[in-house]
């Protein structure tokens, strides 16, 4: 067991750096998100510094010593949620508010939130920057989404970044570091693999794969012996706690869940790659968000958008990452969505077949599967 876990330290660190006890950029990062979703602000560096601080979990005490330290202050949101506001976004992606000098925790987060728009749709007027660099509000916003925060933070200029950090004690990472790091998919280290027998299939076998990010891990489920030679019945399903494990009627999840597996078991082989990628990649509170605004009236996409997401923030290329590592280069895809096809066969994974998996409609998620066909181009 020691051997192994070596193996796996080896694995993550030598894929992001020398071997050192200090941490290495990755770790930097991912103590930056855990910092963030704590309420503690971080710092990043380079030709500019800024502090960021995320809306979600800021809190009073913060926010008065920041707005005592400057009022030079950006509220930063995404140009979806820009545009529920009919805030200008100059940036396109991103919309630079002028946080007003005696904003209140409440109006910041009325602005990041869109729980009480319909109530108060007046956030306004609402100012936002032309001029200067939204390059640190984009790594920011994007550190935010990673750390399944909502995309929303107030990000304040700093004359000298390292200094400031060292002095309060706070994270600080290099932009121009972070900044592809951001869009990199984290390698994936093959922690265990053990039998689970089934009620679908009693010869089944669970594999774990971990990002040496620190990210979720995700699992493989391998039914059977799949021959690598030929064409793999394979699945890539992104977790859904309300649908696979509660029973939700919702969505259709759980009985695809339950279908593909049932229909692996009767073939004899397959694999089922279980990514823990919840609401489409926004995470599970940020998902019981977008509930919320359906229960207003919204759909699935125009929920996401209102929180400031795009229609789905899941990366397909874990999937095509995990089957590489088990020998799969060949699948019959078992999926509803075409861009799952096109993302697979971009990363070298070849489908020779899409078998359909149409289940589990009912009267509660026929809305929802009608928004997935006419927004998403599902083939419903």
Not at 37 to 49: E, F, I, K, S, W
Not at 137 to 158: D, E, F, N, T, Y
Not at 168 to 184: K, R, V
Not at 249 to 269: I, S, V
Request: glycine content about 8%; overall charge neutral.
């Amino acid at each position: 067991m020691l051997r192994k876990n070596t193996k796996l330290l080896q694995k993550c660190v030598g894929q992001t750096g020398a071997m050192f006890f200090s941490p290495d950029l990755v770790e930097i990062l991912a103590r930056v998100r855990s910092d963030l979703r704590m309420g503690v602000p971080a710092v990043l560096t380079g030709d500019q510094d800024a502090l960021i601080l995320a809306v979600e979990t800021l809190d009073n005490r913060r926010l008065g010593r920041l707005l005592e330290m400057t009022d030079d202050v950006d509220l930063v949101i995404t140009g979806r949620r820009a545009e529920t506001l009919k805030a200008r976004a100059y940036d396109d992606d991103v919309a630079r508010i002028v946080l007003p000098s005696k904003a209140q925790l409440e109006w910041i987060r009325g602005v990041a939130d869109p729980a009480d728009d319909l109530m108060k749709p007046m956030k306004g007027p609402l100012e936002t920057r032309r001029d200067g660099s939204p390059r640190l509000h984009r790594i920011a916003i994007a550190i935010a989404k990673s750390a399944r925060l909502l995309p929303a933070v107030l990000v304040a200029p700093l004359q000298d970044g390292g200094a400031f950090a060292a002095a309060n004690n706070l994270t600080a990472i290099a932009a121009q570091d972070a900044e592809p790091q951001l869009g990199a998919l984290s390698p994936l280290a093959r922690v265990v693999a053990a039998r689970v027998p089934l009620r679908a299939a009693e010869q089944a076998r669970v594999h774990v794969f971990r990002p040496c990010d620190g990210g979720e891990e995700h699992y493989a489920i391998e039914v059977g012996r799949p021959n690598p030679e030929a064409p793999v019945l394979a699945r890539l399903h992104s977790a859904c706690f309300t649908g696979d494990i509660m029973g939700s009627l919702k969505c259709d999840c759980g009985p695809q869940l339950n279908a593909a597996l049932t229909q692996m078991g009767e073939e004899g082989a397959g694999v089922l790659l279980y990514l823990n990628q919840e609401g489409r990649g926004i995470g599970l509170a940020n998902k019981m968000r977008a509930y919320s605004l359906q229960d207003q009236g919204f759909d699935t996409v125009e929920a996401n958008h209102r929180l400031g997401f795009e229609d789905d923030e899941r990366d397909f290329r874990i999937g095509s990452e995990i089957l590489g590592r088990m020998g799969i280069s060949k699948v019959r895809l078992m999926t509803n969505n075409p861009n799952k096809i096109s993302m697979m066969e971009a990363r070298g994974i070849a489908v020779s077949e899409r078998v359909p998996l149409k289940v589990g409609e009912n009267p509660h998620n026929v809305n929802y599967l009608a928004t997935k066909s006419r927004k998403s181009g599902h083939f419903l």
